[in-house]
């Protein structure tokens, strides 16, 4: 009997469970990790990398360049075929093999011709059946579903308990504008760290003392996101019933007082984060196109700080809702974000009239 292909894999990132998740990360920092400048990053062999995984499939043996293109082929049986260690082999242990062409492979993953593609165009010619199109960067269809709804962790360095903390509820429900405003700043922060230690990397005029330095920074910086991001159990006064509780609760110092439960975060679980953030700001900034409209940057003015933008939304707040700081950033994020596009539309419209 011939073995089949299972090619029922997930459409979208919000299919995957944590586990290919997970998968799909390591897999992202491994290229990455290859990199070099002979060797550029290639979402194509990320794609093959991730099919073959989530298709269960075994590699045996790879391509061999020496032959034509159209003859080359991975030598591949499923995983659920392999040998038995502790059993007797079974007889057809030596024969649950198939061969996966290259070009077979090349259309699976090939990106699906889009609507408007002409057909005798290049890129419709080229055209396969797309079934890792949502793993690239330009889809729409993005990681919007948080993986780690809850986790037990110990303080590092400590020998305490565990202590366990909830991750973000669907569309941050939950979340005030307090703490949206620390995570979005904190992400900025970690994504300027990051990119600083890349260039200092590859610059030969910095120590490795300046390296670990900047290192240190980028992991602190990331080790707060997710303690803000992350609501511990604590007591607290329920600010509408007046009611004193004990549940999972934002605390204003918390990205200070747990991130060292956060220092050892995995970095693929790390990555995982970082799809789903994209996926939540993506989201965002087509449900208030105006708030997160990108502006030219002057080059003769200094960009505007986190404490910038966060004192003129407050004043701006201040002026329209009659709201005081506290409530403010008590109000939940999305609230706020609608005020903002509200204003920020009104506020575009006021400007063509004067145009006039």
Known sequence: MKPTINLTLPRRWNECSTEQ?????????????????????????????????????????????????DEQYYLCRRLADRPRLLCRPRKSDDVATFPIYVWQLQYWLSQKRKPKTPADSPEALTAGAGLLDWLDSDTPDLLTRFAYPTLRLRCKGSILKRKEFQGPLPELDGFSWQQYRFVSDLMQQYVSLSNNLLRMRSDRRFTPTQILQQTQSVNAARSMFLATIFNAQTEYIDTNT????????????????????????PEHRWQVVLFWWTGIMHTLSLRYPHVFKTQKIDPRKAPSTALEIYTATIATMQKYTGLDEDKVNNQSYSLVLEHLERLSRENEEIEKIRKK
Do not use: C
Request: hydrophobic residues 40%.
């Open 242 to 265: 007046g009611i004193r509780k004990h549940d999972f609760h934002y605390e204003l110092t918390q990205h200070t007082d747990n991130k060292g439960y956060f220092l050892s975060f």
């Open 21 to 69: 998740l997970e998968i799909i990360a390591r897999i992202f920092i491994e290229q990455t990790q290859r990199v070099d400048r002979y060797h550029p990053f290639s979402m194509l062999n990320v794609k093959v990398a991730t099919f073959f995984v989530l298709s269960e499939i075994e590699v045996l043996r790879y391509p061999d360049e020496s032959l034509p293109i």
